[in-house]
């Protein structure tokens, strides 16, 4: 069973603060992606990556970097956060191999920015 | 990026009845759009997937239907049942590996 799992249910940050979302998932897959969610918007792709350092950006990357340093986790940083950054953040993860893949979804943050 | 369009965004049935929920596209090259299912505070799931060299695909109470000619796909649920009711999103990729979703639709069943 893949589990993708993310470091806060939720996170109340001041504006300004740099904030760190975490992801991990335990099935060895090669893709990572972070989206968030907000009410009549769908999932918006933050940024995704398909390997170790490697990173693109996806509709939304303005206010946002992303690290992943090791294949397991992907973490998410709002360099200095914002009130319209205030989101459900959701981690996702897929394998490459054989085309495309499900995406499994972490259980999401819930950040708001003060 | 591609723009996805799902319609209605809020669907109520009774218990028993179909529902069907469409999305549109405009990437020809698109070629996998899957469904996903998500229940109130959990996180999304994969319910049901088409690729696109296959026109229709049936599991249990669900199908997906695709057109791509038309450039549209439809989710199709037979029998609803409460535990149906959740927001469903559709989505779609091409070859770059990068997921595009839709704007997602709220779908009651009432008892």
């Known amino acids: 069973d893949v589990k993708v799992t993310q470091s806060s249910r939720y996170l109340v940050k001041r504006t300004g603060e740099k904030v760190f979302l975490e992801c991990v998932q335990d099935?060895?897959?090669?893709?990572m992606f972070w989206y968030r969610q907000d009410p009549g918007l769908g999932l918006r792709l933050i940024y995704f990556?398909?390997?170790?350092?490697?990173?693109e950006k996806g509709d939304i990357p303005e206010g946002y970097s992303v690290s992943r340093e090791k294949k397991e986790r992907f973490s998410l940083i709002l360099e200095s956060a914002s009130t319209n950054q205030t989101s459900m953040y959701l981690c996702?993860?897929?394998?490459?191999?054989?085309?495309?893949?499900?995406?499994?979804f972490g259980p999401g943050t819930r950040l708001t920015v003060l | 990026g591609e723009n996805v369009e799902q319609h209605p965004s809020t669907l109520s049935v009774q218990e028993g009845d179909s529902a069907v929920i469409k999305c549109t596209y405009s990437?020809?090259?698109?070629?996998?759009f899957p469904w996903y299912k998500q229940e109130l505070g959990k996180r999304p799931q994969l319910i049901i997937d088409?690729?696109?060299?296959?026109g229709e695909k049936k599991d249990q109470r669900i199908a997906v239907t695709l057109n791509k000619t038309a450039k549209h796909f439809s989710l199709h649920i037979t029998e609803t049942q409460p535990e149906d009711s959740a927001v469903y999103f559709c989505?779609?990729?091409?070859?770059?590996?990068?997921?595009?979703f839709g704007t997602g639709t709220s779908l009651t069943v009432i008892p």
């Open positions: 996702a993860s897929s394998i490459i191999a054989g085309g495309y893949n499900e995406q499994f």
């Open positions: 099935m060895d897959h090669e893709n």
């Open positions: 990556s398909y390997d170790v350092k490697m990173k």
């Open positions: 990437d020809s090259a698109s070629n996998y």
């Open positions: 088409i690729r696109s060299n296959v």
């Open positions: 989505a779609l990729a091409n070859t770059g590996n990068q997921f595009y």
